[in-house]
Structures are given as C-alpha cells and as structure tokens.
C-alpha cells in the first residue's frame, strides 16, 4: 500500500488521490485497522459533556466519534483497561495482602509481587531491549534524577551535561538540579544545542555532532531526546549515541514522544540508559507508571564483590525493590541488587498503576513496532501531502496558512505533524476545531501539534480533518484581515523561527 502523492495535477489519478473515497480505500487496505476497536474513542457529544459518560463495552459507536490526534500528549483508553483494574481490584478485595503471591486460574494478571516484572517483558520489545534491561517504575522526572544520580559523575576536567536548548521544562530543571545538587554553576555545566540556523526549529545531526565534538575533553553526560516535543523531530539516537561512544562519553535518551511512535533498537544502538512515559503512545492513563533502560553493559552485579565490602555493582539510589529477589524478603540491610534495570527500583511500583499499562501492552503484542511503524509513516506522510497545498509549499502567498515545522523526511519524524500557523490565527482556530469535535493540542504562540496514531486513527479521519482544519485556518484569517489586524499572509515575512518558542 503506498500513499505517494501523484504529480499530474489534471490526471484522473491525481483527482482520486484528494478524495475521501481514496482515503477510504486505503482504510480498507490497512492490515492494522482491526486494532481501532480496541481503544474507546470519545464521541463528540462525550467531549461536550459536562458530566461523566460511561463508556460503552461495545464495539459499535453509536454517536460520531471525535477525530482525536492528540495521542503524542495521551492516548485513547483501550477497551480491556477497565477489565482488567477491575481483575486486579476483585483480587485485592478477595486477597487482600495474599494477592501479591496468588495468581488466578481466571484472571490473567500476574500476582501483585511479580506483575512489574511481568510487565517489563513486555514493553521490552517497544524499545528494542532485552528483558533484564527494562524496568516499569517511578514517573519520568523521578527516573531522569535516578539516572542522572548513577551516571552524571562529575570531575574536575569533565562536569559538562549537554542538552537541547528546547528541552522538554522538566527534563531542563532535572540537568539544571542535578548540576546545582553538585555544587557546580549551571551557566557553565549546561550546554543548550541550539539549532544552527535560528530561522529554523530543528537541529541537525551534523550540529549535534559538532557540538559534541567542541565539548568532548569537558563533558560528563548528554541527555537528548528521541523525539523532539515540539517540532516532532526525530533524532538519529544510532548515529549520535555512536558519536558520543567515539569520544567516551556516556549518553541518555527522553523517549516520552519515541516509545511506542517508533521502532527504536535501544540494545542494538548502545544506548546508556533511557527514560519514558506511558501515557502517550503506549496508551496507559494519566501520569502512568513510566519506564527505564539500562544497557546490559551497566548492569552486571558481582556477588562475590559485595560480600568481600566492595562495589560490585554501577553506583545509584537504592531501594529495597531493587534488591535481590532471593534475598528480598529476608530483611537485611546488605543491598544486593538485582542484575539489570530492574536493581534501579526503589520502592515496589502501584499494582494497579502498572495493570493499567498492561491492558495496553497487551494491544501492542498484537502486532509489532516495525508494523505500527510502517503505518505511522504512510499515515503521516497522507497527512502532510493533504495539508501541502495550504503550507509554505502553496503556489500563492495569498493561501498559505501555516508552516509545517517537522522534517518532510520520515526517517526524521515520528507520528506528528507541528504545524506553525500565520499570526494571530491559532487561538481563533483551535476553537473552531474543538467546536467541530477534532482533538489537537496547541504550544503557544502559534503551533497545532497533530498526530495520528497508527493503532486507531485511520486515513479518512486524515481527511476529514484537513479539510475542517483548512477551512478554520481561511476563516479565521479572513476575519483578521476584514477587522483591519495586521497579519500575514506569508510565513516568510513573520517567520522567527526558535526564538519565538525558547
């Protein structure tokens, strides 16, 4: 199935590839498109609604559903989620302390002791890991800070983390802290990697490279993200963390926007460690219980060491879950950590956090990464072509609406389209899109981030959404030009690039 666009404006292929009638065919075509029913699509009226609506355990919509784009900020509710939470409560009500060691012949969970464990089997295969190299705990902040604490291990010589400018808030305060809590002066320790050209939003590898190159000999740590929140930028993790090995540094990825959007080989690729959400794509709940990774490299654990009074294992913030599961319940105080991530845990993680998270990972074992990948890219690619036309690519400087900030090329981009509109237009059109029942979110001043996620969303949501999304953006530009406001019509001339958002 291809969605390439043709190039014969007056053909009648060229007519087809526009219509709804196409999309819908490529809908038809989709090997993935069983995997929308198992996700709860908020209606529109659900979304106008200023009480609670109990969503139906039925398969069949029996209102119009949202066009609902906003999985790269928190995925739709699979179905089986309530399903199981409930398992797992009826386990607690009948069990109560018994459940952590009693599994049932008709549940499918896992005893409460063994269900992080569980669980990281199964997101393992979503970052290209191996087992032993994953662990489900804690909430992404808390696991940068874990991981900065073990491997940020400033010297005299090499105290310098790097980062984007355009760091995710949280992720710049963690480095920020992290630096301070050594004493060290962030205005020094803190390289920003800002993009080359300030007229543009992304940052190249080439750039990025070169930055390291420039701080390699007074460099601790660099801390990059997969996928850039913003501008959906996705970085060359393979080429990059290679890079930083070349010169012995020690590297970290943010996959919050990654995990679940693309088929990262954090084994393969070498990666130091890593940290995620599981809310957004992989579909989990608010604030769900997050994830880490450890290369294998880092996580051996020598026994005889440790009870000869020596190391033995990676220095970190230990807590009793990371110990030894031999030995867990012996209450000692001599810390054995378990081999792997899985000796990063501190306390034992929330069963019921962790049950939601694998209602979704359940879905993900359906298919596999590289599929959802190779959707999300023909998804994205149908997305960008529809919206072309009324881009900075358009014919005329009188119809362009907005710019399309995220690379066209999609090894360089996940799911998500960040779409820069004209001036002055984005809070007029962000109303007339959630009037109309279509689910995006806005990053102040002038940027809709969309993305359509390959597991529920389809082609002909595509559609329908450029054209509503096309019309808001005309309309309200028409309307600011009639009142006498002073906005332009072509990006070019308005255009500040990242400072507008630093």
Known sequence: MTTVQPTAKDSDIYKK???????????????????????????????????????????????EPCIYFCGNSLGLQPRRTAERISSHLSAWASKGVMGHFVEHEDSVLPAFVNIDDVVAEKMAPLVGASKSEVAVMETLTANLHLLMASFYRPTKERYKIILESKAFPSDHYAVESQIRHHN??????????????????????SH?????????????????????????QYLDIKRITAHAHSHGLIIGWDLAHAVGNVDVQLHDWGADFAAWCNYKYVNSGPGAIAGLFIHEKHGHVNTAAIRDNKQGF??????????????????????????????????????LAVTALLASLEIFALTSMSAIRAKSIMLTRY?????????????????????????????????????????????????????????????????????PAPLYNTYAEVWDFVRVFRSACQRIQTEQRASGKNVSASLGNDQKGWSLVK
């Open 17 to 63: 590839y526009w219509s709804r009638a196409y999309a819908e065919s490529l809908d038809e075509q989709d090997s993935l498109k069983h995997l929308r029913r198992e996700f709860i699509i908020p209606s529109k009226s659900d979304l106008k609604s200023t009480t609670l609506v109990k969503p139906s355990t039925s398969n069949e919509q029996t209102c």
């Open 184 to 205: 060290l002066d962030p205005l020094h320790a803190m390289v920003l990697i800002e993009p080359a050209d300030a007229k543009t939003s992304t940052i190249s590898t």
């Open 208 to 232: 990025i490279l070169s930055t390291i190159d420039e701080h390699a000999s007074s460099t601790a740590l660099i801390l990059l993200p997969g996928i850039q929140y913003y501008t959906g």
């Open 314 to 351: 990676r220095p970190r913030l230990s807590g009793w879950w990371g110990g030894s599961r031999a030995s867990k319940f012996e209450m000692g105080n001599h810390f054995i950590p378990i081999p792997g991530a899985a000796g990063f845990q501190l306390g034992n993680p929330s069963a």
């Open 383 to 451: 997305l960008e072509d529809l919206l072309a036309p009324f881009s900075e690519n358009a014919e005329k400087d009188d119809i362009r609406l907005f710019k399309i900030i995220t690379p066209s090329n999609p090894a360089e981009r996940g799911a998500q389209l960040s779409l820069q509109l004209n001036p002055g237009l984005l809070e007029g059109v962000m109303k007339l899109l959630a009037d109309a029942g279509l689910v995006v979110d806005e990053r102040k001043p002038d940027v809709i981030r969309v993305a």
